[in-house]
């Protein structure tokens, strides 16, 4: 069976350590779309390891890790992790497969990153300044420089001239020192020593696997809501985070997929800027953020926190064709005496049960709150559903009934150990 597992919220929904948690049942692990700007934490008997780049496969010994074309790589940033990876005693090695179609980040898409943020002024996206929208924005327009385009660096003809043609007109934007187009193709031209053993045909690699009956999992970067085509416009981030960018980004057809595994957090949160609905400016908003220690994994900024939103979910449920969710988090609850689920919106006095694709319309949305008795007694460590408190089970039977889809994973701590992986007949075949 060939799985998703994709964000089903607004990124940071605890996918690394799900992906990590089924890894085992895989061949390969591979990640469609975004670049460094995702962060993924995996905690491995108390060790902590944060991915930006690389899939959440590689901490398992045996497992081919894959970057997709749909990823967008800012070389120093993949070699950076590469070394810290070995630092904690994970090898890389030949475990890395990386398209040859992939489009690379380069110096001035930072800059230009940074630029763009400070001429929105109050309207500004907070991006994480890594440079993806602008490098994305470059593959859009025709104009990037692809992984793969490297090989060329000892002719130094058509890649030249792009490096040429891209460093010039940032030198025409960006006042300061101009940058040195030739001091970026030698940056280039260093990379590609490292780069060149692990790039591949990524389409040619993943047809051969499933032939050979390998088992892939696709990874999702960010979450459903800051997709570029589904998520809450223009404060999203540069690429598909959806189910269809498993198809794009890796270069598969829709059937290589079994399944779709959609991640959820038991309360909601999102970075800086952009809407969020069920947002807590409050102590209990307050009280999430410290217990749940939400600070962004790439950029250590505070993430907002609100009460689970249902009709976002429902949404990615819709978008992604959601399976079964996995329910990350559940622990930041325990304690809390009463506990909302936002199950519509109220806009202009009519009840939405829909997401709104209007950025205008959700702004004009109140969350419609139903509120579910908490638990007293602590949902860390539990390792099956009927460990859980009462309170907790009934509040995640009454997630499914809202949602429309089974909860088949339970987290209820950052260790591997701490998760419930449910064997009830509601929830796939293919999680059990
Ligand atoms: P960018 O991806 O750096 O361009 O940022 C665009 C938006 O996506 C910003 O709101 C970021 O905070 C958000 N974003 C990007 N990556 C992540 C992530 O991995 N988790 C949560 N938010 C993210």
Known sequence: MNIAVLGAQWGDEGKGKIVDLLTPSFSIVARYQGGHNAGHTVYVQGQKFVLHLIPSGILHPGITCIIGNGLVIDPQALFAEVDQLASLGVAVGDRLVISNKAH???????????????????????????????????????????????????????????????????????????????????????????????????????????????????????????????GTYPFVTSSNATIGGVCTGLDVGPRAGDGVLGVGRACTTRGREGPLPTELNDEIGTRLRESGQEYGASTGRP????????????????????????????????GLDEIQICTAYCCNGTTLAEFPGDLGQLAACTPVYESVPGWCVPTKGARRFSDLPEGAQRYIRRLEEVTGVPTGIISTGSDRDETIIREESVVPRWLR
Not at 197 to 207: E, G, R
Not at 304 to 328: I, K, M, P, Q, S
């Open 303 to 334: 993430r907002r926190c609100g009460w689970y939103d249902a009709v976002a979910v429902r949404y990615a449920v819709r978008v992604n064709g959601v399976d079964a969710l996995a329910l990350t988090k559940l622990d930041v609850l325990d």
């Open 104 to 230: 690379l980040i380069l110096p001035y898409h930072r800059e230009l990153d940074l630029l763009s943020e400070a001429r929105r002024g109050d309207r500004k996206i907070g991006t994480t300044s890594r440079g993806i929208g602008p490098a994305y924005e470059d593959k859009i327009a025709r104009r990037g420089v692809r992984v793969g385009d490297l090989a060329e660096v000892a002719s130094e003809t058509p890649l030249a001239d792009a490096v040429r043609e891209n460093v010039e007109a940032r030198n025409r934007l960006i006042g300061g020192a101009a940058m040195d187009w030739r001091r970026v193709l030698d940056h280039l031209r260093t990379a590609w020593v490292r780069l060149k053993p692990w790039v591949k045909d990524v389409s040619l690699y993943l047809a051969e696997a499933r032939r050979a009956g390998r088992a892939v999992l696709y990874e999702g970067a960010q979450g459903t809501l800051l997709d570029i085509d589904h």
